[in-house]
């Protein structure tokens, strides 16, 4: 399987900064990388798939980038909802694998 | 508006099974392929089981492989997880998903609780 590898594990950020998230996968993924964002006590949240296709109804302010093994998730200013755990997720092997998370935490 | 629902979630002794169901509304149910994905406690996400859409393919991550059962019944929009011999390691929330493979996981049930301890 598919080891996907994410970085940092914690991310402290203030309010109204950028916060730049990454995820590395074992092998090409080509472009079939999602991010989901999970706030706790809740369900994941599709934000991105294709590695850059925000998903419908998620702000501009998260992007993604990259292909093949290097990717980004950015957020270009922090909101206070934003502050949770950041998922990567592979889906062009199978089985489908996620990476360990991101938390980002208010600075 | 996409719902899933879980249920069926509880404490159960090592060894032992349990039946989890999602419900689901607002899309229709029988074009979708639909995972299960489980978080164990302050732990990450791992995919369990995904089924077709009717239910001839059926896929399971390697650690619960002969354990777990995952169907589907389209006439009552219903997806099930039935899971045997039940390990300590089993212990987590089970998440119902629509996985209509791009993009994956597009909607997410609140989950349901699954503890197997003695």
């Known amino acids: 399987e598919i080891v996907m590898t994410q970085s940092p594990a914690t991310l402290s950020v203030s309010p109204g900064e950028r916060a730049t998230l990454s995820c590395r996968a074992g092998?090409?993924?080509?472009?079939?990388l999602g991010w989901y964002q999970q706030k706790p006590g809740q369900a994941p949240r599709l934000l991105i798939f294709?590695?850059?296709t925000r998903a419908t109804g998620i702000p501009a302010r998260f992007s993604g980038s990259g292909s093949g093994t290097e990717f980004t998730l950015t957020i270009s200013s922090l909101q206070s909802e934003d502050f949770a755990v950041y998922y990567c997720?592979?889906?062009?092997?199978?089985?489908?694998?996620f990476g360990q998370g991101t938390k980002v935490e208010i600075k | 508006e996409v719902q899933l629902v879980e249920s069926g979630g509880g404490l159960v002794q090592p060894g032992g099974s349990l039946r989890l169901s999602c419900a689901a509304s607002?899309?229709?149910?029988?074009?979708?392929?639909m995972s299960w994905v489980r978080q164990a406690p302050g732990k990450g996400l791992e995919w369990v089981a995904n089924?077709?859409?009717?239910?001839?393919?059926?896929y399971y991550v390697d650690s619960v492989r002969g354990r777990f059962t995952i169907s589907r019944d389209n006439a009552e929009n219903a997806l099930y997880l039935q899971m045997n011999s039940l390990r300590a390691e089993d212990t987590a929330v089970y998440y119902c998903?629509?996985?209509?493979?791009?993009?994956?996981?597009?909607?997410w049930g609140q989950g349901t609780l699954v503890t197997v301890s003695s």
């Open positions: 998903a629509r996985d209509p493979m791009t993009p994956p996981f597009d909607y």
């Open positions: 607002g899309f229709t149910f029988s074009t979708y392929w």
């Open positions: 089924i077709q859409q009717h239910g001839s393919e059926k």
């Open positions: 092998q090409s993924v080509s472009s079939n």
């Open positions: 294709g590695a850059s």
């Open positions: 997720l592979q889906y062009n092997d199978w089985p489908k694998t």
